[in-house]
Each structure stands twice: as C-alpha cells, then as structure tokens.
C-alpha cells in the first residue's frame, strides 16, 4: 500500500516494496497468539522461536508492521528504562549495579541480533549527548540529575560530565552551557529494523497475518472479522493503541510526540554542527526534545505533542504548521544556521504511557496472557529486553531477566495501576503541559526577572512530580 510509505521519513526511505501480508480469513489453533508487527511482538516471537523453535506462533496485525510507533520513532536505541530510578531504587547496590548493566548492554545486544540475521538498519552506536542549552537553568538540572545517578552508583563511564568546550568537540550548539555523555545509546533507521525483523521472524516460521485487526481478545482466543484463533499463550503487544483492546486502555494510555526532518544538508554544515559519529542529542528542557543526524545527512528532530481527551488516538499525522513550527523554533535555537533551512517530512506517533509512567512486563501463566508495554516514548530498546523477558515468562524458565523489579510474575492486569476517569486525565495532562511551556517561555527570556524564573520552575517541578 504506497499510503504506507506516507507514515514517516523511515518508512518513505524503505527498499521494501511495503505489499501488504495475507489477511488472516481462517480459524487458528497456535501456542502463542501475538497481537500486533510492531517491535514488541516481534523480539517476543524472535525470541521464543529462538528458544522454542517448534512453538507454532501467529501475529495478527491490525495495518502492516510498522505502521505503529515502530516505524515512527526518532530512532535511538537506548540502554535504559522510562523511570529506571523509581524501578531501581529498593535494591541493593550489588543488584542495583546488575540491572543498570543489563539495560546499558541493550544496544550491544541489539547489534549482535543485526551482524547474525542480516539487518541492515543504519546502527551507529554514538552515545546520546543530553545538553544544556536556551538558558542556564538547563545546566543545574542537568547538574542535579547526575548527581542522583552517580548517587545511585552510577560512575563516569555511565554518564560522564561535559564542559562548554568538551561539548563542542561532539556538537556545536548555541548557548551551551555543558552536557551530559551516556556511551549506551545507538541510533538506527526504525522502519528497517521493524521491517527486517518482520522477515526475520516468518523465516524462523512465525506466521504474520496483515490487515487483520483484532475485534475481541481474551484469555485463550481472539476474534478479527473473519476469524478466530485458538492460543494457549495471547501476547497483546499494542503499546499506543492499548484503547483499541479493551480493558487495556485502563491502564495504559495513547500520548503524541511529533517529529520532522530537514532536506540532506551538505557536509559544510555539519562540519559546522558536528555529530560527526551517530550521537543522538537532546536538550534538557521540559518539552522533551530529541534529534539525530541520519545515515542520509538530514537533521531528525522531534518534541513532546499531545493527549486527547478519553484517550482517544490520532490517526492524522499531517502536522500543523503551528506543530511544524515549535519543532523549527527549538532546532532553530541550538542551530541558528538551520533556522530557514526546508523542512521534507513531518508526522508523528501514538506511544502508550502507564498511570506509574514506567514500563510493566508481566506474565499470568493462570489465563494465559503475557505482555509487555508503557515504555513512555523509550521503548526502541525496551521493546528488545521486554520480547526477551516475555519469552523466558512464557516458557517458565528462571533468569536474571524475570527476576527484575519491572516484572511482574504471575501476576495479570490488576496488578496494573489503573488511570484515573476523564476529565481527570485530560485537565491533569493539560494542566501539567501548560505548566512546562510557561517555564520554558520565562527561561528563554534572558530579562525575566529572577523571582518570576524560580517560581515557573518551582511550579513546573512541582507538576512533574505528580507525573511520578
């Protein structure tokens, strides 16, 4: 379907002719029914047949894979966890240190799966940059935020401190103020790797039926319009579109980030700009910000969107020029020199947020029901250590990856925290957001006065926590 090209610059750049997979039109009796082609499904069927290889596995996709946030991202691949902090914080050191190792070898895990089964998704493993940028407040955040992790026994070579200067070797932004250097983060080209790992998969002998989406589902079987299948194990791995399989959508809910990418810009340019080895950069505002240099020399940059109200998606991801313009406005002031420079693509995702804002991988071997889910926009490697965990669950094996403090075993969704009812959710969310771009636009304003700075960041802080 050549509309499936328009759902982002990854998808648009594919070699894949992107035909659409058989429908599913026939009864099934499987082991493992997986609901969904975007990366969560896939790690979790590579990962058993790896395992298991005579485990009969179907995956029913409601459009093709990668038509969810798979193959939207903004592409880094990290080594962490939404809320790794909160997850980590009641271990010991010893097991603390443990599990910061497994999430930091996510990227290195993730190259060896490419080298092995020929996926070519332009991996670069840079690190990720985290600047403070606009204004200095962003330097005493970014200050506090290292402090916590080396407090939690984190060292320099997780997370290492970088100067004004020592910044600049790495990215030229304006107003820098120092940065933060994480070695665990690589960047890729999303759509190539769901894609590949899509073909990957039916070699293995997974069965991907397309076109399908899933009208009913519950413990042993699902339900699509024309058939029905028979599993012992159902794994809905939907993440954003959680609100389409009822009762998921209590607890996990459908947030917007939007991203766009600039025409290729020349080599003189990014000899001014560097990100000369697949860094991934952000700055350390509010808003949520996150960039690239793809393999094709475009800058990707994207931002913090939106929540509809009940949780409703967004299926529209043909950006607004006031969307369009937030995102030039803030690339624009790390590089000036891109202020004017012709934007290509522009679109956006659905992600899944969970009420704890952290991710939940659980496995109820009672009903027959594993899932993996709420990695709040950070899921292109927590995709990979959730279809690794799923998998170990599913076949009851005892490993390092189910003992984890974000697994919940043999335990089904009531052991999930709930959202709250509208309008509880929209108010709080609008109310939260409104509080962030306040103190984003006192802070950019250099003659903002110091009281009228520290009470919108005193507020804006006071709003997150409630986030936590």
């Known amino acids: 379907m050549p ?12 070699d894949d002719p992107l035909r659409a997979r058989p429908a599913l039109e026939h009864d099934l009796d499987v082991n493992v029914a997986i609901i969904g082609a975007g990366y969560t499904g896939l790690w979790t069927a590579y990962y058993l047949k790896r395992q298991a290889p005579e485990l009969k596995i179907t995956i029913i996709e409601a459009q093709t894979a990668g038509f969810g946030a798979s193959g939207r ?14 997850l980590l914080a009641g271990l010991n050191p010893e097991q603390r240190r443990a599990s910061f190792d497994l999430l930091h070898a996510i990227p290195d895990e993730v190259a060896q799966v490419l080298a092995r089964e020929g996926i070519d998704c332009d991996y ?24 916590t992790l080396y407090a939690q026994g984190l060292t320099e070579a997780d997370y290492r401190w970088l100067s004004p200067q020592q910044l600049a070797e790495q990215v030229r932004i304006a107003k820098p103020y120092g940065g933060i250097y994480a070695p665990h983060v690589a960047t890729i080209n999303p759509a190539k790797l769901v894609r590949g ?44 579109y959680a609100t389409t399989l009822a009762p998921l959508g209590r607890y996990q809910l459908p947030v917007q980030s939007l991203i766009v990418a600039t025409e290729p810009l020349p080599p003189s340019t990014w000899d001014e700009i560097g990100l000369s080895h697949g860094q991934a950069f952000g700055e350390s505002s509010r808003q949520v910000t996150y960039g690239q240099r793809s393999a094709d020399n475009r800058l990707i940059f994207g931002a913090r969107g939106g929540y509809q109200f009940a949780g409703k998606l967004r299926h529209d991801f043909d950006l607004t020029d006031s969307e369009v313009g937030l995102r030039r406005y803030l690339f624009g002031e790390l590089f000036p020199q891109l202020k004017h420079v012709r934007i290509t693509h522009s679109w956006g995702g659905n992600l899944g947020m969970s009420r704890n804002f952290r991710p939940h991988m659980l496995c109820d071997p009672k009903t027959g029901i594993a899932l993996s889910g709420g990695y709040g926009g950070e899921g292109v ?71 009228r700075r520290k009470l919108a960041t005193g507020v804006a802080g006071f709003m997150e926590s409630l986030m936590r």
């Not at 991202?73 to 909160?86: A, H, I, P, S, V």
């Not at 600047?131 to 330097?139: H, K, L, N, S, V």
């Not at 012992?232 to 791995?237: D, I, Q």
């Not at 984890?404 to 959710?425: F, I, M, S, T, Y």
């Open 124 to 147: 670069r493993k840079g690190g990720a940059l985290y600047c403070a940028a606009r204004y200095p407040e962003q330097e005493g955040s970014l200050r506090r935020y290292l402090d």
């Open 3 to 14: 509309a499936w090209r328009n759902i982002s610059l990854w998808m648009d750049q594919l």
């Open 381 to 451: 490697g927590a995709t990979h250590l959730g279809g690794r965990t799923l998998a170990d669950l599913i076949l009851g094996r005892d490993t390092a990856l189910t003992h984890q403090p974000w697994v919940l075993r043999e335990r089904g969704l009531d052991a999930l925290r709930p959202w709250e009812p509208e309008p509880c959710r929209w108010l709080g969310y609008n109310a939260i957001i409104r509080s962030f771009v306040h103190e984003d636009q006192v802070l950019a304003s250099p003659n903002t006065a110091p009281w």
């Open 197 to 240: 790992l899509a073909r990957v998969v039916e070699a293995m002998g997974v069965v991907v039926y397309e076109n399908s989406p899933v009208t009913q589902w519950q413990s042993g079987s699902l339900r699509t319009a024309k058939a029905s299948v028979r599993a012992a194990w159902v794994v809905p791995a939907v993440e954003g």
């Open 73 to 86: 991202n903004g592409g880094w691949l990290m080594g962490n966890l939404l809320g790794e902090d909160r």
